[in-house]
């Protein structure tokens, strides 16, 4: 069984930064996996915001494009996402997910574990 804990959500400033960590806990480790942060904000359907293979290889959603970047650390089985240049319509309720599938793709239904999630607002 796998377990994924969020942290780090807030309340942010428009143009703040805010940095998301996942800690992942069971019977695999990050390296064997592939991860990816989704988020869903109100009346919304839950989307994807960006991912990392197990080599590393790195994908985002448009809309956080050279304002967001995703890292992991395999030694210590944890998904991070630096947020930068934050907006208010970047508010939502953030996810940390895993597959152990091949498929890498930002659509919810290749993600077999989910975070609880950790709350992003972002507000003057």
């Known amino acids: 069984e796998v377990q994924l804990v969020e942290s780090g959500g807030g309340l942010v400033q428009p143009g703040g930064s805010l940095r998301l960590s996942c800690v992942l806990s069971?019977?695999?480790?990050?390296?064997?996996?592939?991860m990816a942060w989704f988020r869903q904000a109100p009346g919304k359907e839950r989307e994807g915001v960006a991912l990392i293979t197990r080599g590393g290889g790195r994908s985002y959603a448009e809309a956080v494009k050279g304002r967001f970047h995703i890292s992991k650390d395999d030694a210590e089985n944890k998904l991070y996402l630096q947020m930068d240049i934050l907006k208010p319509e970047d508010t939502a309720i953030y996810y940390c997910?895993?597959?152990?599938?091949?498929?890498?793709?930002?659509?919810?239904?290749?993600?077999?574990?989910w975070g609880q999630g950790t709350q992003v607002t972002v507000s003057s």
């Open positions: 997910a895993a597959t152990s599938g091949w498929k890498t793709s930002l659509q919810s239904t290749s993600y077999n574990y």
């Open positions: 069971g019977d695999t480790t990050t390296a064997n996996l592939v």
